[in-house]
């Protein structure tokens, strides 16, 4: 006897058992395409939602829009950037640094009403300001200031105004 007869002669002989396991077998496949379907329609439901965007707008027209407002984003960024930069170079040229030193001037006048007042930029360049307060009168004087120098002789308070207005950190 022959192999395929003998394969014929045991599936004849178990029929009723070959029919079942193929029974079970094509259940277990509906089972699966019901469930896959399932699946399939959640998510051609969700894919539906979403192409449809806001307001029923297409996701095209949604996604085109939000980059043209992201390029004019980064235009108005842009230019704050150059804004901020140009703004930075002028406050490097304003009075950034100010030092006060209050001292009495004449020893018949109480309390510390003289002063001197050193005003800086960023390079140390500006002016110092002196008041000197007495009973009978009352002076003001300004010394410019460069690099940190001024090209007239500074008192002593005049100094130290100055002194403590350079170690100010921008």
């Known amino acids: 006897m022959d192999y395929a007869t003998q394969v014929s002669n045991l599936v004849m002989n178990n029929l009723q058992y070959v ?22 329609g959640k998510m051609n ?14 996701l095209e027209k949604l ?28 406050a490097k040229d304003c009075v950034q640094k100010v030092a006060l030193v209050r001292f009495n001037a004449f020893e018949d ?15 140390n360049n500006g002016l110092v300001i002196s008041s000197i307060y007495g009973r009978n009168e009352f002076r003001t004087y300004s010394k410019p200031i460069v690099s940190g120098v001024s090209s007239y002789l500074l008192t002593d308070e005049e100094k130290q105004a100055v002194a403590q207005a350079i170690k100010i950190k921008n």
């Open 109 to 123: 006048v109480g309390s510390d009403l003289s002063f001197a007042i050193a005003l800086l930029d960023s390079y």
């Open 19 to 40: 029919l079942l396991g193929m029974t079970v077998m094509i259940l277990l496949a509906l089972f699966v395409f019901i469930s896959i379907n399932i699946r399939l």
């Open 45 to 58: 439901k969700k894919y539906r939602r979403m192409m449809q965007g806001v307001d029923g707008e297409n």
């Open 63 to 90: 996604l085109i829009s939000h980059i043209e407002e992201v390029k004019h984003v980064v235009g108005k960024v842009d230019t704050l950037s150059e804004d901020c930069k140009r703004l930075e170079k002028i």
